[in-house]
């Protein structure tokens, strides 16, 4: 048995999720607390390697005894998360806990993830906002909204997603299958929501930053399937912001 | 002639909105973005003195030269805010700019201010919420809510408020008029909005450590009006946490 925590955490103070030599991260952290929770070296083991300053609603990882690979402790399970969270700051909050088998591993499992791009395409900034939200301060059509929906639409589908992907990304195979595409206003804000059974490194991104050109109407939303062939990533936009992107919401294979 | 600027800020990473000699403050980077924008040295004169890690909504400031103190500028009006914002932080902006006479004084002209103080009573952590707002964890009384806001109702009226003021604090004069005291739910927070014609140090803040004792049933929401009768800062619950308060807004007496 693995102890499964789902977790919400804010990024900005962050260099990203996985542990790494120059610079605080997520996994750190929950490393750090399983010590002292637990009292003895765990493996901390996430769904997904967000990059620095990307936030999550909803991340899943396991924790298990470094020697053993297994964990169960006497800690009823409902204590779990307001004892993991004595020892995290308060960008972090682990929310649930479960048990899994050992087998289950909470990145290779996930069938599908969703993320959400939020937008501010106004001139005035929202400073509480800041943190959460790309500021788009210059001008937008006035159909900005229908025309980014319309080319987000385009992106469904089982696809060579080359054209979205970081350059120098050494991925093998470009092939993804996007099962949802769409935007959306709340409030003040325009919000990109992506459902996919994975993504290429900065995908959302780059998707969200095309979505800005379409809003500007240097692209039209048409064109996003063209784009698509190319397999041509100079010829997308520019890689949004990493403040806006948010890890949604995970989903794996019942049961989990 | 002066200018007027209205502002929002978020007010985390900042000793408060008054310059001092250790430590970012709000009124030193509008001195700097002035002087930036300007070209000048300039006298910026703020309607607040927000303590360390409050926020503003909304926030009033006058800028003039410092050799004049008066100042008409050759950018028009409307295009104020965008030229400062490009000279500050993310975290601060401008809204808005007017020409107010030499004789306005920002800070000795309000009539009356509010403020909200924004909680969030439950066990959960809300890590997206964390920078804006008090989190309480410990148990509350099922009607903690209605139990607050009959609480909050009774600091309404011209009193002696050194119950709700911090100890040491020279004033003179404790009296202040609260015009208006309400507890509200906004989604998953509770909302403190207090208006006045002024306040005492740390006056908010004591009075929403107050309300989460009478939250938690160790206080009775009648018991305000004798524990303003004492006096006694010893007898009111804890200084809330400066994360939690926000300048909502700032009355004027008209023409502003």
């Known amino acids: ?22 610079g605080d991260t997520i996994q750190q952290r929950l490393n ?21 300053g990307v936030h999550a609603r909803t991340y899943f990882a396991t924790v298990c005894r470094k020697d053993t690979q297994n964990l169960e402790c006497s800690i009823p399970l409902f204590r779990i998360p307001m004892a993991f969270n004595a020892h995290l700051p308060d960008d972090i909050a682990v929310r649930r806990a479960l048990y899994v088998d050992s087998s289950f591993h909470p990145r290779y499992d996930v069938r599908s993830k969703t993320y959400r791009y939020r937008m501010l395409l106004k001139r005035e900034r929202e400073p509480f906002l800041a943190p959460y939200c790309w500021h788009v301060p210059y001008p937008t059509l006035p159909d900005a909204e229908q025309r980014m929906d319309r080319a987000a639409g385009l992106f469904c589908g089982k696809r060579d997603f080359s054209t979205f992907m970081a350059k120098g990304s050494k991925i093998e195979d470009p092939v993804r299958t996007v099962l949802s595409s769409r935007v959306f206003r709340e409030d003040c804000e325009l919000i990109f929501e992506i459902c996919a059974d994975g993504f290429l490194y900065h995908m959302v991104r780059i998707m969200a930053g095309t979505l800005i050109e379409v809003a500007c109407g240097r692209m ?9 062939e190319a397999r041509d990533r100079e010829l997308a936009g520019p890689t949004a912001p990493p403040c806006g992107l948010t890890l949604w919401d995970v989903q794996y294979g019942s049961p989990t």
Chains 1, 2 share one sequence.
């Open 1 to 22: 048995m693995k102890l499964l925590i789902e977790l919400s955490y804010v990024g900005t103070n962050y260099c990203g999720y996985q542990v790494q030599q120059n």
């Open 32 to 52: 750090e607390a399983a010590l002292s929770l637990f009292g003895f070296p765990c493996d901390v083991s996430g769904c997904s390697r967000t990059d620095s």
């Open 220 to 228: 039209e939303p048409q064109s996003m399937t063209s784009l698509m």
